[in-house]
């Protein structure tokens, strides 16, 4: 029999087998989820080989030392933000301590950062039923997702709200407050429940949510409640209260903060006269209106309002005129704050940061209480979720100004002096 000849791998073979190792645009997801994989099942390795002070088949190093690995887990499926992986933790025998992993918890079947995504699919108008097949795109078909598990992160959500609510606010210090009713399809008796949202402006320049209560359409009563709550857990008056001019707020604001500002809120002002008017002559007269709540001083505003209604009377249109005029002393009350903060002022915060109209919560339907209260704190977490990227404040050292007293007129500060004069 002749003698083997041991034959030289080809280059050409190294190389294709080498490609076919290496990923393609095809089959990048799979390859990066396989490396993620390899990369937390070793780090798993790792702790437990910190945990017996001695690397896997080392010998020990002393009579007395105690422990072993005792081979694994069942597989366990992950999902991460980055995709579903599969690991298996090592398990560990005869040691007096239990081995607890700190990157793998016990039962832990996603990373935080998944639930997170739940709150953020709602604030961009994701229905419920879409959760299962956008996160399944998003993690992989294995991803560790039911509808028992959405029903359980809002019965998690609902806890949370509960314990917001009760929160004390001694130490924060409200200068502006933004409030308004956001109405829910619910069908509750009949009638049309809303949730009365409250924002608060801070002396140091941050935006924050003071308050997402259940209330009954809106009325002196269930704000009267809401303010008070505020009250009893330590939140000062504000200086100025901006909102919608058809809110139970007012009637509520005198009964607990009556020494509060009111500002009525420009953007509603100006849909209200706007559909007073007919329709070929709205885009004549949105302009007019911009320039009236933009004006440089309280006066030019007045100007620039009889302008307004002066037009009106001549084509007809009184009752436009008449609801520009109507509570007007509350429409420039920002006037009397810091010019930096008109932006802010003039208008809903609502309208700019908080719930939008396409939002998830227009889909929501609850009904019965129970429901009810899940919806409203599903809602929460979606204004917790928008409060993370809330705008400060343009100038926020003048917050500490305006919190301390100190008076302004068209926006510029006014001095002891002219005070006194």
Wanted: proline share 4%; hydrophobic share 40%; net charge positive.
């Amino acid at each position: 029999m002749g003698k083997r000849t041991k034959v030289a791998a080809s280059p050409i073979g190294e190389h294709l087998e080498a490609r076919s190792s290496s990923p393609t645009w095809e089959t990048l997801r799979d390859w990066l989820r396989g490396k993620i994989r390899e990369l937390m099942q070793g780090l798993l390795e790792e702790e437990v080989t910190e945990f017996l002070g001695r690397a896997r088949y080392e010998r020990r190093a002393a009579v007395d030392a105690c422990g072993y690995r005792n081979g694994y887990g069942k597989p366990r499926k992950l999902t991460t933000s980055m995709g579903t992986i599969e690991v298996r933790r090592p398990r560990v025998r005869g040691v007096e301590e239990r081995f607890e992993s700190r990157i793998l918890p016990l039962f832990a079947r996603r990373t935080r950062e998944v639930s997170e995504l739940l709150p953020e699919l709602y604030l961009h108008g994701l229905a419920e039923g879409d959760f299962d097949l956008a996160l399944r795109g998003l993690l992989g078909e294995e991803a560790a997702l039911s509808a028992r598990t959405v029903a359980r992160l809002k019965e998690r959500w609902q806890a949370e709200w509960e314990a917001w609510r009760t929160q004390r606010l001694d130490d924060r210090a409200v200068v502006y407050l933004w409030v308004d009713g956001v109405y829910v399809k619910a069908g509750l008796e009949r009638e049309r429940a809303a949730l009365l949202v409250a924002i608060a402006a801070l002396s140091d320049g941050r935006k924050v949510v003071v308050a997402v209560v259940p209330g009954y359409r809106e009325s002196v009563e269930s704000w009267s409640e809401v303010l008070r709550d505020l009250r009893e857990r330590g939140m000062n008056a504000p200086r100025l209260v901006i909102g919608d001019g058809h809110l139970g707020i007012w009637g509520a604001l005198r009964n607990v903060w009556p020494e509060a500002d009111e500002q009525r809120c420009w953007n509603h002002k100006v849909l209200n006269v706007l559909e007073q008017l007919p329709r070929h002559q709205q885009a004549v007269a949105k302009p007019m209106l911009g320039a009236i709540a933009y004006a440089p001083t309280r006066a030019e505003a007045e100007r620039k309002g009889k302008e307004f209604e002066a037009w009106c009377h001549r084509h007809g249109y009184g009752k436009a005129a008449q609801t520009l005029g109507r509570d007007w002393e509350r429409m420039v009350t920002f006037y009397r704050y810091p010019k930096e903060h008109w932006r802010h002022l003039r208008t809903h915060e609502r309208d700019r940061i908080a719930l939008s109209p396409h939002c998830g919560c227009g889909r929501m339907r609850p009904s019965g209480s129970r429901r009810w209260k899940r919806a409203t704190a599903v809602i929460w977490k979606m204004l917790m979720v928008a409060q993370k990227r809330f705008r400060r404040l343009n100038a926020p050292e003048l917050l500490a100004k305006v919190h301390a007293g100190v008076r302004y007129e068209d926006g510029i500060e006014v001095t002891q002096e002219e005070v006194a004069a």
